[in-house]
């Protein structure tokens, strides 16, 4: 028995973290949206920073609570104490940088969300003082879906083979997006929003806020209901690569799960920071799909050349240096104004 082959937070041990970090989350969404975003407004530019500003510190201030929590309590587990070897400091530094890095991984993917927000906005007439309801919302079925995500993720990664699979994946999806050109996105023609039209009937224009109304007795959908849920089955496709991609990280389904969520919960932020600026990062898709590659190389390949755990800072300035490096070179080399923007999400 190692380190490497024991789960450092157990499910059946630390049940209670999941369920006091989840409802801390909750209670943060509630006083976002009662208290700060009570009355839809336009986001603006230095709020949107105020609160990119605030997020990132939670989540390292997460990240430093994470590891002195471990250091605690590594250091007075007996069960971890009996492996030869443990030693309860360096564990502790390995689970805040696991943390973190998958923090910046999830982050750096997220963006990639962006160039949909974009589109899917502009196609359904979402006016920007009501995008912020949207996205809170949208936060909401994120959380859950990406909670369903790592359960399955955490309970498939048992077998050394979905972890092959899981890596192949990912380096197939980073390849795929390295070389396939920006296909425009069309709501319109949407399985899934035709489905939803043919059983609840859609107002040809929006109601303020409501995702519902209720006209002579009847029941109806607005256009910003059709936005959340595509903007839904949109996050679920981005979530079939990213939660792979941080078991590529971490197997601590704990890390796992806190990392993902503050990623999202800073996205929106992120997305009022950036929606004016998102087209100037063109080269950003080559630099997510390195990263894909990258962290798919390491699940089938890399961690074995280093006794089964590549080193995670090294990761982490991997991961960091490429992202940084496809922004700089963006702006560095700006696309050529007869060019066409890009209308989506890069490769998807």
């Known amino acids: 028995m190692t380190a490497s082959t024991v789960s450092l937070f157990p499910f059946d ?93 999830e982050e750096s993917l997220s963006v990639d969300n962006m160039f949909v927000f974009v589109v899917v906005f502009g196609f359904f007439g979402i006016p920007q003082q009501f995008q912020h309801r949207v996205l809170f919302f949208g936060i909401l079925g994120a959380l859950i879906f990406r909670a369903l995500f790592i359960a399955l993720g955490s309970a498939l990664l048992q077998f050394q083979w979905t972890i092959l699979i899981f890596g192949a994946i990912l380096i197939i999806t980073g390849v795929k997006m390295m070389f396939s050109s920006d296909a425009a996105i069309d709501p319109e023609h949407n399985k899934a929003l035709r489905l939803i039209r043919r059983f609840v009937p859609i107002t040809p224009t929006l109601h303020g806020p ?29 979530a079939v690569d990213s939660v792979p991609a941080i078991f590529g990280v971490t197997r601590e389904p704990l890390i796992v799960f806190t990392s993902n969520i503050f990623a999202i919960l800073g996205l929106r932020s992120l997305f009022f920071l950036l929606a004016g600026a998102v087209h100037l990062f063109h080269l950003l898709k080559y630099g997510l799909s390195i990263v894909l590659i990258f962290v798919g190389l390491k699940m089938v390949w890399l961690n074995k050349l280093f006794d089964g755990h590549f080193p995670i800072l090294l990761s982490l300035g991997i991961i960091l240096g490429v992202i940084a490096a496809s922004i700089g070179l963006s702006l560095l080399f700006p696309k050529p104004p007869d060019e066409p923007l890009p209308e989506s999400a890069p490769g998807k």
């Open 210 to 238: 409501r995702f519902f109304i209720t006209e002579n007795g009847k029941h109806f959908g607005t256009p910003l209901l059709l936005c959340l849920v595509f903007l839904e089955l949109t996050d679920i496709l981005f």
């Open 13 to 105: 041990q630390y049940w209670w973290f999941y369920l006091a970090f989840t409802a801390a989350v909750l209670l943060l969404l509630v006083m976002d949206l009662g208290l700060f975003h009570r009355k839809a407004h336009s986001v603006s530019f230095s709020e949107a920073g105020t609160w990119v500003f605030v997020w990132v510190s939670l989540a390292l201030l997460f990240c430093y609570g994470l590891y002195a929590y471990s250091l605690h309590t590594f250091a007075n587990d007996a069960r971890l104490l009996a492996i030869p070897n443990f030693n309860p400091a360096a564990s502790a530094r390995q689970v805040a940088l696991e943390f973190l890095t998958g923090y910046v991984l």
